[in-house]
């Protein structure tokens, strides 16, 4: 049954039609699994809020196919798109819904753990770090859960490891990356701080030799605003990590990107975070904004979207192929 209280909590109206003839492929291609095993049919849980089954209590293989999963996507084949969030949905915001009839999941998104090695205030208030306990056992059970589902599953697909937590700080997402079944249809895509990379990189040499996509979340192009932004992170650390996965594309030839979460502090570091996303030969920057998660930030002093100089700093790196053409919605 739908879930309407949380549709409401997120001001989705769930009669709307907004006729839309691109066929979304999200709600049959991929899987995102977060912390208390809830999995939802999109890319991120606030778009699509409906969980279609709980992984503690199903199996991958009940929950996928399932009454609640299909109904979701009939909400996508009638063009109504009724319990999409229009107001966050990235796509359909820009109007550039995708398009794609896959008849199985390609993509397994992990939130199964928001462990982290250090404490960007933009992400949460304190240190979240699970080493035992209850968060600790429930995470490795979804983690093995979830490599039985894998160790059968004979279509080609990508894991994303690293929307909530450090996939190299966190005992759980080792822990998966060690027990993952060394299949060739199975890849993998990972989004680090890279604090913790160099250090731990060599104990997963399977995850590493089908590694898609290596990002780097880094919200400084200095000592001085990375040490800030990125609390408890070292400007040398993440340099010689930065160093250390140059070197590795070159042999795994995976994509690599930084991603910066573009705030108060930092709108000034912009065009050096391209300079530097050029010294490390990356393929790919992502801007983001940053966005409200509760953590006690004053969104009101956030006033950088409205100065002169961050829109032509923006106007001057949007033409660099490098830099991802979302860059233009920061202005
Ligand atoms: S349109 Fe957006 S919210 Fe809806 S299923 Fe696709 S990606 Fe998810
Ligand atoms: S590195 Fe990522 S997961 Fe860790 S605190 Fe910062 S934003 Fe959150």
């Avoid at 462990?115 to 968060?135: D, L, T, W, Y």
């Avoid at 993952?180 to 030799?209: A, W």
């Avoid at 490098?322 to 920061?330: D, E, F, G, K, S």
Wanted: charge should be neutral.
């Amino acid at each position: 049954m739908i879930n309407q209280r949380l549709f409401d909590q997120y001001n989705i109206n769930t009669k709307k039609d907004l006729k839309i003839k691109n066929l979304c492929p999200r709600p049959k291609d991929t899987i995102l699994i977060d912390k208390m095993g809830s999995c939802y049919a999109c890319e991120c849980t606030s778009w699509l809020p409906q969980s279609i089954g709980n992984l503690q209590i199903k199996s991958l293989e009940e929950i996928i196919g399932s009454d609640m999963h299909q109904h979701l996507q009939s909400s996508i084949t009638d063009g109504t798109y009724r319990y999409c969030n229009e107001h966050q949905c990235s796509y359909i915001k820009s109007g550039a819904v995708l398009h794609g009839r896959p008849d199985h999941v390609q993509y397994l998104r992990l939130a199964i753990d928001d462990s982290c090695n250090i404490r960007c205030p933009s992400c949460r208030k304190g240190m979240i770090f699970h080493k035992e306990g209850s968060a600790y056992n429930l995470g490795i059970r979804l983690a093995d859960k979830i490599n039985d589902w894998l160790y059968n599953y004979e279509h080609p697909i990508q894991v994303h490891i690293g929307s909530d937590g450090d996939p190299f700080a966190s005992h759980v997402y080792r822990h998966f990356m060690e027990q993952t079944p060394q299949r060739d249809n199975i890849k993998y895509s990972i989004l680090t701080n890279g604090l913790m990379f160099r250090e731990f990189y060599k104990t997963v040499p399977h995850v590493i030799n089908n590694l898609q996509e290596l990002g780097v979340s880094i919200d400084g192009a200095s000592k001085e605003t990375y040490e800030k932004l990125r609390l408890g992170g070292r400007w040398k650390k993440i340099l010689e990590g930065l160093e250390c996965m140059t070197e590795l594309k070159k042999k795994y030839n995976f994509r690599f990107s930084l991603h910066m979460v573009v705030q108060q502090e930092n709108w000034h570091e912009v065009e050096s975070m391209l300079e530097l996303g050029r010294t490390y030969n990356v393929d790919r920057i992502y801007f983001n904004k940053i966005e409200d998660w509760n953590t006690g930030i004053d969104f009101e002093s956030q006033t950088f979207t409205e100065l002169e100089e961050f829109k032509k700093s923006i106007r001057r790196v949007s033409t660099d192929p490098i830099v991802c053409n979302n860059v233009a919605t920061l202005t």
